[in-house]
């Protein structure tokens, strides 16, 4: 589970961040703001539409979104808020696929908003290209 300080928890954030620069592929849109603290924690949100599938599908999703973003917190810097947006699609896609999709497009975002990565991520950019 990610950290609730790890989280975006209030409606006005997420409506914040959804209004901002995003990035986006077949199955999902990843939408970013940096913020005003550049040393507060990065934090993620989920948006899983009903459209998405039942719940069971909708949940399974968040939990594996949520499994990888505990794993993109190594790689983002802190100051930066995402909010990915799942699309029926996605629903259709296994794990490492997904796993891919939200890496590659999270640090595109993170790169394009002039979020510095950590160098010693950066090494693995052939794994997220």
């Known amino acids: 589970m ?3 300080a790890n989280r975006i928890t209030e409606g006005a954030d997420y409506r914040r961040v959804s209004r901002g620069p995003r990035s986006g ?5 990843v939408h970013g703001l940096l913020r005003d603290d550049a040393t507060a924690p990065t934090r993620f949100g989920f948006i899983i539409t009903k459209r998405v599938g039942v719940a069971v599908v909708r949940n399974r999703l968040r939990r594996r979104c949520k499994a ?5 917190l190594a790689m983002l810097p802190t100051g930066l808020d995402l909010v990915i947006r799942l699309h029926p699609e996605a629903a259709e896609l296994d794990y490492a696929e997904l796993r891919r999709k939200v890496r590659r497009q999270a ?3 993170a790169e394009r908003l002039g979020a510095t990565a950590i160098p010693e991520v950066c090494s693995c950019a052939d794994e997220v290209a």
Do not use: F, N, P, Q
Request: charged fraction near 25%; aromatic fraction near 0%; charge should be positive.
């Open 25 to 29: 592929t077949r199955g999902l849109v």
């Open 107 to 109: 640090l595109a975002l």
């Open 68 to 72: 990888i973003c505990r794993e993109l």
């Open 2 to 4: 990610l950290a609730r």
